[in-house]
Structures are given as structure tokens and as C-alpha cells.
């Protein structure tokens, strides 16, 4: 069984940064497609962005790109989202999950169903005008 517990959310204003944590028990595959999702209230869960744990390929959503980071630090089992510019449409929960790496490369990681693969239980983000 593979856990995720997310940490680093909370209350911005807008313009400012958040760095999100992602630790997880342990890789049960040599590849993986770690990614990071929001859902804000009342709208579907989109993904944000996506890293192999392998080869360390990044995917973006159009929404976020060039003002997110994800990111890996294998020795930790950790994923980071880095936040910056951060607008009131960013306010969400964000989640991160792990599945197959070939979900990364597809592209289908952007619609990923929450029962497949493994979830955390997600951290809130608020960012306020």
C-alpha cells in the first residue's frame, strides 16, 4: 500500500508563493507519474502538473504554466508543486497522487479518476485579491 500526505497549503494573497509537500511511503514502481490536482469548490478536479519519478519528465496544465514547479527529491520520496504568482482562481485543495508512469506519458494523468492509482487526503490552498 502506497501513502501520500500533502503539507505547505494555506493563505496567500495574491501575487505570492507556496511550495507544496508530497511524501510517499515508499515507490512501489521504479517509474511512477506523480501528479498534483485541485478541485475548487463546485468544479471538477483538473490536473496541474505532472513529473515520471524515473526520468524526471514535467507536464504542466495551461492554467499554471510558467508560474509552477513541480519537482522530486528521490532520497526523500517527496514531490513539490512551487506556486508562484498566485492568483484567487488558484484557490483549491490540492491533492497529489501516484500511478503508473505510462499515465504520464499518455497524458491521461490529467483526467485521472481518484480511484485509480493512490490519493492523499489533500491540503488547502486560499489565495485572496
Known amino acids: 500500500q502506497v501513502q501520500l500526505v500533502e503539507s505547505g497549503g494555506g493563505s496567500v494573497q495574491a501575487g505570492e508563493s507556496l511550495r507544496l509537500s508530497c511524501v510517499v511511503s515508499?515507490?512501489?514502481?521504479?517509474?511512477?507519474?506523480m501528479g498534483w490536482f485541485r478541485q475548487a469548490p463546485g468544479k471538477e478536479r483538473e490536473g496541474v502538473a505532472a513529473?515520471?519519478?524515473?526520468?524526471?519528465?514535467?507536464y504542466y496544465a495551461d492554467s499554471v504554466k510558467g508560474r509552477t514547479t513541480i519537482s522530486q527529491d528521490n532520497a526523500k520520496n517527496t514531490v513539490y508543486l512551487q506556486m508562484d504568482s498566485l492568483k484567487p482562481e488558484d484557490t483549491a485543495m490540492y491533492y497529489c497522487a501516484a500511478t503508473g508512469a505510462s499515465n504520464c506519458h499518455s497524458g491521461s494523468w490529467r483526467k485521472l479518476r481518484t480511484d485509480v492509482g493512490y490519493w492523499g487526503q489533500g491540503t488547502q490552498v486560499t489565495v485572496s485579491s
Open positions: 515508499r515507490y512501489s514502481y521504479s517509474s511512477m507519474c
Open positions: 513529473i515520471t519519478t524515473g526520468g524526471g519528465t514535467t
